[in-house]
């Protein structure tokens, strides 16, 4: 089944610590996408990416860092710069990068700070 | 730049009820709207889209939704709901920019 995949489901942080979290989608697409969710915001933006070897911010980069050295993953760095990190992280991809396009999600990573 | 904005937070129903969930948008160019669905600790996934055509969408699991442009609105309505469509519902708009606008979610709470 194609599909993305997340891990871990949780993942804890210690002080000072940088965590990566793990994205990988089999479908062949294009364009991939991080978001926080804190509940009552909905989704926020924090790094997409049009193709690989390519990224750019989004509305919360501050704290975090992405790479895309392959199509099929874009692994997410929590780094100790983000003072608030306690969130849920949903990574998504969609076919190309156009207005049109689905999103398409993975389960998510909930990040807690020990 | 463009919003959107969803007029409840929570919208509290009885099983085999009717429900709408509101959603209104601004937007200075062409839109294409999205409603996603998110049951507990999951992903998002896509429950329908307008792109363009008709204005009454019909999506999965007996939802629709009607885009109207005068009103900026994108309301999605299910006619008889169950248990299982407990969820929170995401409303989502792109058209100047291709990464999406989400509304901060609606959570439909169902009760037997």
């Known amino acids: 089944d194609g599909g993305i995949t997340q891990s871990p489901k949780y993942l804890f942080r210690k002080e000072g610590q940088n965590v990566t979290l793990s994205c990988e989608q089999n479908?062949?697409?294009?364009?991939m996408y991080w978001y926080r969710q804190d509940p009552g915001q909905g989704l926020r933006l924090i790094y997409y990416s049009q193709i690989v070897n390519d990224f750019q911010k989004g509305d919360i980069a501050e704290g975090y860092s992405v790479s895309r050295e392959k199509k099929e993953s874009f692994p997410l760095t929590v780094t100790s710069a983000q003072k608030n990190p306690t969130a849920f992280y949903l990574c998504?991809?969609?076919?190309?990068?156009?207005?049109?396009?689905?999103?398409?999600f993975g389960p998510g990573t909930r990040l807690l700070v020990l | 730049a463009q919003s959107v904005t969803q007029l409840d937070s929570q919208v509290p129903v009885f099983e085999e009820a009717p429900v709408e969930l509101r959603c209104n948008y601004s937007s200075s160019v062409s839109v294409y709207l999205f409603w996603y669905v998110q049951y507990p600790n999951q992903g998002l996934q896509l429950l329908l889209k307008?792109?363009?055509?008709?204005?009454l969408v019909k999506g999965i699991n007996g939802f629709e939704a009607e885009f109207n442009k005068s009103q900026t609105s994108f309301h999605l309505r299910k006619p008889s709901v169950h248990i299982s469509d407990t969820a929170e519902y995401f409303c989502?708009?792109?058209?100047?920019?291709?990464?999406?606008?989400f509304g901060r979610g609606t959570s439909l709470i169902v009760h037997p």
């Open positions: 998504a991809s969609s076919r190309l990068a156009g207005p049109q396009e689905t999103q398409y």
């Open positions: 479908l062949n697409h294009d364009a």
């Open positions: 989502a708009l792109s058209g100047g920019s291709y990464i999406p606008t």
């Open positions: 307008y792109l363009s055509g008709s204005t």
